[in-house]
């Protein structure tokens, strides 16, 4: 048997020491304690509700890369299309609440609770609010020969026409659907409505005249306004924007009280502890001031929000105040889906 020398007998309680240290790093492994692991540590992902090469892409992506350079890890952007918008807020919300997946959406979080009778997720409950990003105008536009040549021509062409003109749309729930419902509203028709999976399909059937007419976001519009491929009747703001300074607005063309924008915001699972949340939010905000995000939103017809809607608050309390606005509205017209 061998006999301790004074150096074996020395080591013996460091030995004992490292095996007490390894037992308890696993008990705070095994109870999901992850001190040496700073967040984010792995790819982040951005789950976009419609398809690639459509407007909410297309700032999730800006966005993205921007927030990868403040975060030092990549933002992937993950399109989850489907049900208006509806299939990925309802992933998001079922996701592991550890800041890995994150949701960029419009105003449809504001207005699915109002036309799909079985959500299975709350927007003012199932979710942490990062903060808003950008608001984008509406482009109300018709395919390049449709026949009416303002927006005056417009409403006399669809109401004399009516069920024979096919509106596209991204799903019940798009804002390219809510544009088209207050359309159908303001000038007391029906039209038939053809729904896509997001902008980029429908934009695709408008330029191949399969559809004739669409309203939607400047940040997928503006190209194809100024190649001249689709014929624009106007603007959904109350004021004439910057990118199309010669577009009139829809009010201007007849449509009284038309006003429409879109807005965007990003949301955690709820249960994202506050620190990631906040981590995000700083994130955020550092992309919103990144010089290459400014000058692509500007190209695009976007408006970065104020700094106080860049917020958990600033997002949660205007999500609030849509709902309250759109919602009402949207439940008398009946558009329902379950
Ligand atoms: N613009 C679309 C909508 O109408 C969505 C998209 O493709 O980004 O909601």
């Known amino acids: 048997m061998a006999v301790p020398t ?21 008990l705070f492994a095994a109870a999901g304690v992850q001190a040496a692991d700073p967040f984010p540590h792995k790819p982040i992902a951005l789950v976009v509700p419609f398809s690639a090469g459509g407007p909410t892409d297309v700032v999730a992506r800006s966005l993205g890369q921007a927030m990868s350079r403040h975060l030092g890890q990549s933002v ?20 592991e609440a550890d800041g890995y997946t994150l949701l960029i959406h ?15 997720y709350d927007p003012l409950k199932d979710f942490e ?21 303002n927006t005056a021509e417009l409403v006399r062409y669809v109401q004399q026409n009516e069920s024979k003109i096919n509106l596209a749309n991204a799903g019940l729930g798009a804002v390219s659907q809510l544009c088209g419902l207050l359309f159908e509203q303001a000038t007391n028709v029906k039209l038939n409505v053809i729904p896509f999976q997001g902008t980029a399909p429908a934009m695709t059937a408008l330029l191949g005249g399969q ?8 940040t997928a519009t503006l190209p194809q306004i100024a190649a001249n491929k689709v014929k624009l009747y106007g603007v ?8 199309l300074p010669n577009a009139p607005t829809l009010q201007e063309g007849g449509l009284k009280g038309f006003e429409m924008k879109v807005w965007h915001g990003v949301y955690a699972p709820k249960g994202t502890p506050a620190p990631v949340v906040a981590r995000l939010t700083a994130a955020l905000q550092a992309a919103l001031k ?17 700094p106080a809607k860049q917020t958990p608050e600033g997002l949660k309390t205007w999500l609030k105040a849509e709902s309250d606005k ?6 008398k017209a009946g558009a329902f889906a379950d």
């Open 6 to 26: 004074a150096s074996t007998r020395s080591l013996r309680p460091l030995a004992s020491l490292r095996r007490l240290t390894v037992a308890a790093l696993g």
């Open 76 to 95: 992937v952007v993950e399109n989850r299309t489907g049900a208006g918008g509806t299939i990925a807020p309802a992933y998001v919300a079922r996701a």
């Open 106 to 120: 419009h105003n449809g979080m504001a207005t699915a609770p109002a036309l799909y009778r079985k959500l299975s």
């Open 129 to 149: 609010y990062i903060g808003q990003v950008a608001d984008v105008p509406m482009t109300l536009l018709g395919k390049k020969d449709l026949p009416p040549n």
């Open 211 to 218: 559809v004739d007419v669409l309203c939607d976001q400047t």
């Open 236 to 243: 959904t703001t109350p004021q004439r924007i910057r990118a």
């Open 290 to 306: 990144d010089p290459a995000v400014v000058k692509r939103l500007d190209e695009l017809g976007a408006e970065i929000v104020p």
């Open 326 to 331: 759109w919602q009402p509205m949207l439940r």
